[in-house]
């Protein structure tokens, strides 16, 4: 059975939404970098959320954002669930429209390398209620925001995880966490 990942980028404070007008990328060294690639070429598909993959298109679709990663991004196969989605050109897309928890059961269930979700949103939400997520990059970066949306679960969930691996990096730290199911 495959695996997927959450791969999740937030400032000090817990705030993931806009990674890129937060400013990570002035903290991301190339060792970072190199090692975000490594995740990238170890998964098969990514797995998007209609919003996510919009922003990603927009960034690399042309092939001007972090060039170490454009490539590989753009290869994957991508999943993108989505009701309202009506076209998606950016990088072997796959629009699902059907439900999102038993679709990527399916996905799950088939052979292959793990899966990948880049950043936490609604999809990462619902697959991490329904004990469909195995494991959570979490970087953090030194930053405080003070406003903007959080990594977050809904009231009255709860997920427990156990911390896998920590690296280092000049300017960021990347928590890796098991989700004990």
């Known amino acids: 059975m495959r695996k997927i990942i959450e791969y999740v980028l937030a400032s000090?404070?817990?705030v993931t939404s806009d990674p890129v007008g937060m400013g990570v990328g002035k903290h991301q060294d190339?060792?970072?970098?190199?090692d975000g690639l490594?995740?990238?070429e170890a998964c098969?598909?990514?797995?998007?959320g209609r919003h996510v993959y919009e922003e990603f298109a927009a960034l690399y679709g042309s092939g001007a954002h972090k060039p170490?990663?454009?490539e590989r991004l753009t290869e994957m196969p991508k999943y993108v669930f989505s009701s309202m989605l009506d076209n998606a050109e950016w990088g072997n897309p796959t629009i699902v429209r059907g439900d999102?928890?038993?679709?990527v059961t399916r996905l799950k269930e088939q052979d292959g390398g793990p899966l990948l979700i880049l950043g936490h949103g609604r999809l990462g939400e619902t697959l991490l209620r329904e004990g469909l997520v195995d494991a959570i990059d979490l970087t953090i970066y030194p930053l405080l925001m003070g406003s903007g949306d959080q990594f977050y679960f809904r009231a009255g969930?709860?997920?427990n995880l156990r911390l896998a691996a920590v690296k280092t990096f000049s300017k960021v730290v990347k928590l890796?966490?098991?989700v004990e199911k």
């Open 157 to 159: 969930q709860s997920a």
């Open 68 to 70: 170490m990663w454009s």
């Open 176 to 178: 890796t966490y098991e």
């Open 38 to 40: 490594g995740l990238l």
């Open 100 to 103: 999102v928890v038993s679709e």
């Open 30 to 34: 190339d060792a970072y970098l190199r």
């Open 12 to 14: 000090t404070d817990g």
């Open 44 to 48: 098969d598909a990514l797995l998007f």
